[in-house]
């Protein structure tokens, strides 16, 4: 049993009221968490606000000295950090190594070296020379949620200190292990106290101290659409900084020139990595009605392949839901597809899986076919091992379906014409589109959606820019 604590001001606290945790595999409490209040939550600010002199007046390069110490920490824990992933989450502990473990020590890594050359700029007039300087914004709020705890929660911390920012970060309360493990981190490598402070707590409780809190200058959220929309309810009136990235409902379009046998396992992976809990997998999958037939039979030969069971074995593929409610959540998806007149070609049923996973919260991967483009099965964010499959004639069909959810988050191309594939997803109305690939990430490149699935835009310079305050001095000669 992990006993996880507060950490404020370089110090690890107990609180008054606990939260357990829950292995979602086996449905055993592995943990306690702090449930904490708004005094909590106040401790927290007056240590990110005492800390913020002394940590903004060191220069960017004693700064990104800490984020390479803090990287190599974390590195040396990267075992640890995808065992407690896969535990916490229940995802397979393959993915937690390639994708958690590994991207958490990249963000740190990536944000020292990329912030090298985020300095001033100069723009010369004919009689003035203006110096656009970038100051930290004050004390960053950080709100994470569960399908990528350590990963969401180093990108966005990393690029708050290194821009001077001092910071206040609340996990999700389902899944805190690795956010404890990065306070060890922190507290190992010495970083200042109060530089980064993590309070754990429930979204409404915790969650929303921070972003009420008059002295937090600043949110970053990652987490459902109605909760981003409650958290901008709050925070926008006081004019805070504010970015959220919220969910998405992602198309795949699939052309009649494709190359399916390579397309295939990586259209697949883009349905249900992580249990289809990433937003932006691709849900919707759009195939072309000259290769529906060959499509289905290889995309259900593969999926119905796939191997749901114990997140520890290398063997599995898939692994259990975050939660027995949000397994129940992505049910009652299925049984409204069902309503909606889908048919199931494979999956749609909980594995039967032998003690102590018979307790967890495991879904086969599934696929529904024979649905209306527009219906809610296949324009809601369900967020878990379900795709939807629909046919389409012409490619303008295609950009039509793929634009027709309240979201715009991400999206991809599949064709062996890649000029074809780009003027296609020129028309596609979100924040990214892939083109024969997924989910394969420049961290130098702007990460956000439209619509929706969100407001800002993170990644490279657009986090930097995200966590300072441009400040133009004009000086006449
Ligand atoms: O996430 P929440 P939930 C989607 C997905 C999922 C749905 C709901 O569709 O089914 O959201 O998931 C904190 N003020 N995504 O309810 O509530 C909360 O404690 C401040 C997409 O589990 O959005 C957690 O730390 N904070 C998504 C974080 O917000 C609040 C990833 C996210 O939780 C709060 C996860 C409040 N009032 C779910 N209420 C993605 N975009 O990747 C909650 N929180």
Redesign the pocket.
């Known amino acids: 049993m992990i006993l996880v604590r507060n950490y404020v001001n370089g110090i690890f606290v107990d609180s008054k009221e606990t939260i357990e945790d829950i292995n979602p595999a086996t449905s055993e409490v592995i943990a306690t968490i702090p449930r904490s209040n708004s005094d909590d939550v106040n401790e927290a600010v007056l240590a990110a606000d005492k800390a913020r002199d002394n940590w903004s007046s060191l220069s960017l390069d004693e700064r990104r000295k800490w984020l390479e110490k803090i990287a190599n920490a974390l590195e040396a824990r990267s075992g640890e950090i995808a065992k407690l992933e896969s535990l916490d989450t229940g995802k397979p502990i393959k993915i937690a190594r390639a994708v958690d473990a590994s991207r958490s020590v990249a963000n740190f890594r990536f944000f020292a070296e990329f912030s090298k050359d985020f300095h001033e700029q100069k723009f010369l007039m004919e009689d003035a020379t203006n110096h656009v300087i970038f100051k930290p914004v004050g004390i960053a709020g950080l709100?994470?949620?569960?399908?990528?705890p350590l990963y969401?929660l180093s990108w966005k911390i990393a690029p708050a200190i290194v821009m001077g920012n001092t910071v206040v970060a609340?996990?999700?309360?389902?899944t805190p292990l690795t956010a404890n493990l990065l306070a060890e981190v922190l507290d190992e490598v010495g970083l200042p106290a109060g530089v980064v402070n993590i309070v754990h707590?429930?979204?409404?409780e915790?969650?929303?101290a921070?972003?009420s809190h008059p002295k937090v200058n600043l949110i970053s959220?990652?987490?459902?659409?109605?909760?981003?929309k409650?958290?901008a309810e709050?925070a926008a009136p006081m004019f805070k900084k504010l970015s959220l990235?919220?969910?998405?409902k992602n198309a795949t379009i699939v052309l009649d020139d494709v190359d399916l046998d390579s397309a295939i396992p990586e259209i697949a992976r883009s349905g249900f990595l992580n249990q289809g809990?990433?937003?932006l997998c691709g849900s919707r999958i759009l195939v072309s009605d000259k290769i529906w037939n060959d499509f289905l039979e290889k995309f259900i030969g593969h999926v119905s392949n796939m191997k749901v069971g114990d997140p520890s074995s290398d063997d599995s593929d898939l692994g259990a839901l975050?939660s027995l409610s949000?397994r129940d959540?992505v049910e009652s998806y299925i049984h409204l597809a069902e309503r909606e007149g889908g048919e199931i070609l494979c999956g749609g049923k909980r594995p039967s899986l032998e003690s102590p996973f018979d307790k967890g919260s495991f879904l086969e991967p599934t696929i529904v076919s024979n649905l209306d483009y527009q219906s809610r099965t296949a324009t809601e964010?369900?967020?878990g091992p379900v795709v939807t499959l629909h046919k389409f004639e012409k490619d303008e069909d295609a950009v039509e379906m793929a634009n027709c959810t309240d979201y715009g988050l991400a999206g991809s191309v599949w064709t062996s014409d890649s000029a074809r594939g780009k003027s296609l997803a020129e028309k596609i109305e979100t924040g990214m589109v892939w083109i024969n690939t997924w989910l394969h990430r420049d961290l130098r490149v702007p990460f956000g959606g439209v619509k929706s699935s969100?407001v800002g835009t993170e990644g490279g310079r657009w986090s930097l820019s995200f966590f300072s305050q441009p400040v133009n001095i004009c000086i006449k000669e």
């Open positions: 709100i994470t949620p569960w399908n990528l969401l609340k996990p999700s309360e389902l707590g429930f979204g409404h915790t969650g929303q921070i972003v959220f990652t987490g459902g659409t109605i909760t981003g409650k958290v709050t990235e919220l969910g998405g809990q990433v937003c975050v949000h959540k964010e369900i967020f969100g």
